[in-house]
């Protein structure tokens, strides 16, 4: 079972002058979920190297039990150091594919080709695509055999509108992970505000938030045992 994770590149918070990147839950997760589960999990980024980390995802109050495993993991931390730029990865080599949140993918994954590409190769061979938070974020552009956005008429979540005027970035963000999925045609589902929430239909699997991390995982896992 092989397992490719991808987090962003872009590591500037619109024009505010603040740093994001991707989530660190949002990786350490997902990532134990995997390697516990035995798959060999590769990580990637379109930049290759170090993913830029959002410093507000990495605060004494916002550790997890992952987290800080991670944080005690040397073999982990140099993994996501050198990851894979996203030109030279070949789907064909992947049973699965997952994309972290974190406010990143909304400036770069989204409007990547080779993301794009990926998730295109992935789904025409039946293979699963995750996205968790921003994460979904990754299906803007994606389309279907027939041209058709790749969340038409499936059910999917991702980080909710009042999720972001919570943290006071509706007006910081290039759009909406709600709105776009709903103008895409998906059909688009939330539970509260901050607590887990996932859908699985068909092929894509996607988590609401940071609390979605792990079950967004499980799920993945769950469908590639099917």
Known sequence: MKILMVLTSHDQLGDTGEKTGFWLEEFTSPYY???DAGAEVTLASPQGGQPPLDPKSDTPEGQ????NRFHD?????KA???TKPLAQIDPEQFDALFFPGGHGPLWDLAED????ALIQAMLKVQKPVAAVCHGPAVFRRAQDAAGEPVVKGIRVTGFSNSEEEAVGLTD???FSVEDMLQELGGDYRKGA???SHVETANLLITGQNPASSAATAQALLARLDA
């Not at 997890?64 to 987290?67: C, L, Q, R, V, Y």
């Not at 993991?73 to 931390?77: E, G, P, R, T, V």
């Not at 080709?113 to 794009?116: A, F, S």
Request: overall charge negative.
């Open 73 to 77: 993991d040397a073999d982990a931390q």
């Open 64 to 67: 997890t039990d992952s987290t």
């Open 80 to 82: 996501l150091a050198n």
């Open 33 to 35: 979920a995997f390697i």
């Open 172 to 174: 910081v963000v290039p």
């Open 113 to 116: 080709t080779d993301v794009i």
């Open 193 to 195: 505000d901050w607590e």
